[in-house]
């Protein structure tokens, strides 16, 4: 595997988004269990 800063920056952004938004989801899913 080649080494490259910018798409390890890029890899962490999108894990940085990634567990954002698994976060959230999990957070409506707890604030609206009706919804499921």
């Known amino acids: ?3 490259c800063a910018f ?7 999108f894990a940085g988004f ?3 938004g698994l976060f959230i989801y999990l957070l409506y899913v707890l604030i ?3 919804a499921f």
């Open 7 to 13: 798409l390890e920056s890029v890899m962490e952004v």
């Open 18 to 20: 990634l567990a954002l």
């Open 1 to 3: 595997m080649v080494h």
């Open 32 to 34: 609206k269990p009706e």
